[in-house]
C-alpha cells in the first residue's frame, strides 16, 4: 500500500460498524483477514507519509499480533502472526547521506567487526529519526531496521550505463501504435519523436501524468551519470 494515499484510519483500517460503508471494510482488512491463516506479506510504502492516528492503528496488531475485524458491529478478532510486516521510508535519508558524507572511508570498510559497527552505528541514526517520525511506542515495536545504503558514484555510473543502454535498446524498435497522434508524426516522416513516444508510453505511470511526467523521464538522475568530484564535466551536478 502506498500510505501516502492514507489520511484517514477508517480509509486505513475500515469504518467501524455501525457506519455507513463498514461492510465494505478496507483492502488492508480484507487482505489481513482472508489471509490471516497463511503466510502473508504487507508493504506499507512511504510509511511516514500517512497520520499519526494510523501510525498508532499499527501498535496492537504488531503488539500481540491481532487484528480487529471492523466489519462486523461487535468487531471480531483475527490473528495476524502470519503477516510480515515492512515498512519503507525515506525519512533518514537525509541522517544516512550525512553518514558517509563525514565517514567517506565507510562504505570501503573491509573488516568484519568494524564493518557490523559501522551498521550498528547507521541503524541507530535510523530508529532515532523514526522515534520523531512515527512516534516511540510504534517505533519500539519495531523488529529490525534495513539501512539502504547510498551508492557510490562508480555504482551510479554502472546503473546509469545500463539504463542507457535499456533505452537506446527501446528506442530502436520499430512503432506499433495506432493513434491519430502517432499517424501525423509518420506522416512527418519524425520516427524518432515515434519511437521516444513509445518509450514514454510503455514506462510506468506515464498514463495520466502528462508533460512533468515526461520531463521527468528524460531528467531523471538515473539517466545523468556522475562522475567522482575530480572528472566532473563542469560545475553542475549530473555532468
Known sequence: ??????????????????YVGSQKGSELNNFIVDHSEHPNVVILDEFEKTS???HEGFISPFENGTWLDRRRREGSTVSCMNTLWILTSNAADPEILNFFATKPDAREEKDVQRRGKIM???????????????????????DIVV?????????TQVLAEIELKNLQHKMSLPSTRGSQ?????????RPEDLKLMDVFQDSEGCLGVGLRWAHNCVS???????????RRWGRGSGG
Open 120 to 142: 550498528d552505528d547507521i541503524q541507530s541514526l535510523v530508529f532515532d529519526k523514526m522515534r520523531h517520525v512515527i512516534g516511540e511506542p510504534l517505533t519500539r515495536r519495531l
Open 1 to 18: 500500500l502506498s500510505c501516502q494515499d492514507y489520511e484517514n484510519p477508517y480509509d486505513m483500517f475500515g469504518a467501524p460498524a455501525p
Open 181 to 189: 497522434f502517432y499517424q501525423t508524426l509518420h506522416e512527418r516522416d
Open 220 to 230: 531523471r538522475p538515473a539517466c545523468r551519470p556522475r562522475t567522482p568530484p575530480d
Open 147 to 155: 539501512p539502504f545504503i547510498p551508492f557510490s558514484n562508480e555504482d
Open 52 to 54: 499519526r492516528d494510523i
